[in-house]
C-alpha cells in the first residue's frame, strides 16, 4: 500500500510507527527519530530523514540495527521467519530458488562473514541476482573492519530508501 506524501505528514505518531517502524529491520526507533523531522518535503526529504537518524546515532545503535539484519539465504529464510520485506526482497532476488551448491555457498560465506566481522553480510538486494550478490559477498569478505562496518551501514541506508519509495508516492 502506498501512501501520498500529504498523507504521510498527517499521520498521528502511532499510526506513523505503526506504518513506518519496520522500514529498519526490527529498529523502530528509527522511524521515530525520523518523524521529528516532519513535515516532509518531498519523498527524497523523507528518505534523507530516515537516513539522518540513522547516521546521527550512536555507534552502537547503528551496530545493533546492523546486526539485527538476517542472514541472505540463511536460517531465517529457511524457516521461513524472515519480515515480510526482507522475504519479499530476498525472493525478489532469487534467493529463495537457490540450487544446493549456491545455498551451500550462501551458508559458508554467511558463516565466514560473521566469524571476521560479528556481523551479517549486508547488501540492498533489491534488483540484484544471486551472481551479483555472490560476487559482492566474495569481494567483500576480505575488506577492513572498520570499512565493512561504513558499509554495511550505507547498504542499511539504500534498503531504507527502496522500502520508503515503495511505500510513498513520489
Not at 47 to 53: I, L, P, S, T
Request: net charge negative; aromatic share 8%.
Amino acid at each position: 500500500m502506498t501512501m501520498t506524501l500529504d498523507d504521510v505528514n498527517q499521520l498521528p505518531a502511532a499510526a506513523f510507527l505503526q506504518a513506518f517502524g519496520a522500514i529498519a529491520e526490527h529498529s523502530p526507533w528509527v522511524a521515530e527519530a525520523a518523524m521529528a523531522a516532519r513535515p516532509f518535503a518531498s519523498r527524497l526529504a523523507t528518505v534523507e530523514a530516515f537516513q539522518q537518524a540513522v547516521a546521527q546515532a550512536s555507534r552502537e545503535h547503528q551496530r545493533a540495527l546492523i546486526e539485527v539484519h538476517p542472514d541472505l539465504a540463511g536460517k531465517a529464510a529457511l524457516a521461513g521467519e524472515l519480515e515480510p520485506d526482507s522475504r519479499s526482497e530476498q525472493a525478489g532476488a532469487g534467493l529463495d530458488t537457490l540450487t544446493a551448491q549456491e545455498m551451500a555457498e550462501f551458508q559458508d560465506l554467511n558463516g565466514r562473514y560473521r566469524a571476521r566481522f560479528g556481523f551479517p553480510f549486508i547488501l540492498a538486494v533489491k534488483g540484484a541476482g544471486k551472481a551479483r550478490i555472490l560476487d559482492a559477498f566474495r569481494q567483500r569478505i576480505d575488506g577492513a573492519s572498520e570499512e565493512e562496518f561504513f558499509t554495511a551501514l550505507s547498504q542499511v541506508m539504500r534498503i531504507i530508501r527502496f522500502r520508503l519509495e515503495e511505500r510513498i508516492d513520489g
